[in-house]
């Protein structure tokens, strides 16, 4: 009995320190690093109220906004994850159409790779620069603005997310709408 008793207090003892112990540290460095992140990158709109987060797409898919990359998961950020569908698959095959007609990209103006593919989660909120200007002139047409504006949003609004490191740079589709709807 007392060899059952004393591995109890030793079950306890580690679920207190592995359980409760660890996750208060990991929280309380994530809240001492960068608490923007650790709660979510949660924005709000003008009343207040969250909108969304930096961190997961959303669909926008009337003409007056900048639509995201595709998602596999339908922008569920409780399941997130890929298609797992092979390259020669005919539904990755019919899913990249649909996406080029829905762009009315042709040879001559072909669609951004990342407006086609959808991102390894699903649920990347970021676009390329390139594809954030492909989509211009339909926004500008459908919002009454000059095309060069929209432009100019989209420059202000691109970050290189490596630094020096990286040449390409990508914006957040969520903040780019925001900034849309500002105007």
């Avoid at 001492?32 to 987060?53: F, M």
């Avoid at 997130?80 to 990755?92: E, M, R």
């Avoid at 829905?102 to 390139?130: F, K, Q, V």
Wanted: one cysteine or more; charged letters at 15%; hydrophobic letters at 45%.
């Amino acid at each position: 009995m007392q060899s059952f008793l004393a591995s109890i207090r030793i079950a306890l003892a580690t679920m207190l320190i592995c359980v409760a112990g660890y996750t208060t540290a990991v929280w309380a460095v994530a809240q001492a690093v960068s608490p923007d992140t650790a709660n979510g990158s949660l924005i709000t709109g003008p009343d207040g109220a969250i909108v969304g987060s930096r961190q997961v797409a959303q669909a926008f898919t009337r003409p007056g906004y900048f639509w995201p990359r595709p998602s596999a998961v339908d922008y569920n950020g409780a399941g997130a994850g890929g298609s797992n569908k092979s390259p020669t698959s005919p539904d990755l095959t019919d899913r990249g159409q649909e996406m080029v007609d829905r762009y009315g990209a042709t040879p001559d103006n072909p669609l951004p790779a990342d407006l086609a593919a959808a991102s390894g989660a699903g649920l990347d909120p970021h676009i390329s620069e390139a594809g954030a200007r492909y989509q211009v002139t339909r926004i500008a047409e459908a919002r009454g603005l000059e095309p060069a504006r929209v432009e100019a949003l989209i420059r202000g609004a691109a970050i290189a997310p490596g630094g020096l490191l990286t040449r390409d740079r990508i914006v957040n589709v969520l903040e780019l709408n925001l900034a849309l709807d500002r105007l």
